[in-house]
């Protein structure tokens, strides 16, 4: 039988605050009672589970950037500028905090301006 990867849960805000707080056996338990409600032999077919709280991960303290409207009118132009040979790029940097399509989309800028900087010198 071919494996694969379903991701169970994908929560933020309190809900992420309140189910991080359960100890992880709990939480893959209450993902797998999810599933089975939605499709009939989820928990049958589990084999084993990964989760993590990234508001707890140490040298993360959270899963994306949650800009306020302040910070963002102000920061956010002039951290997608270079600064002489640096450039930042990552989800954070973008519109779609949170996920893949913002860090590639905000690195397609970076990568665009370090192009336009090449062609120039």
Do not use: C
Request: no cysteine; glycine share 10%; hydrophobic share 40%.
């Amino acid at each position: 039988m071919k494996k694969g990867v379903i991701q169970g849960v994908y929560n933020f805000g309190a809900n992420a605050a309140k189910f991080s707080a359960l100890p992880r056996e709990e939480r893959i338990n209450k993902a797998l009672s999810v599933g089975e409600t939605l499709h009939k032999g989820y928990r049958r077919d589990f084999e084993t589970g990964f989760n993590t709280a990234w508001h707890l991960e140490p040298h993360n303290l959270g899963g994306w950037a949650s800009w306020s409207d302040e910070a963002l009118a102000k920061n956010y132009a002039p951290l997608n500028e270079p600064h002489g040979r640096i450039v930042l790029a990552g989800e954070h940097l973008s519109h779609l905090t949170g996920w893949m399509a913002g860090a590639i989309e905000s690195s397609w800028l970076q990568i665009e301006k370090i192009h336009q900087m090449a062609m120039a010198s």
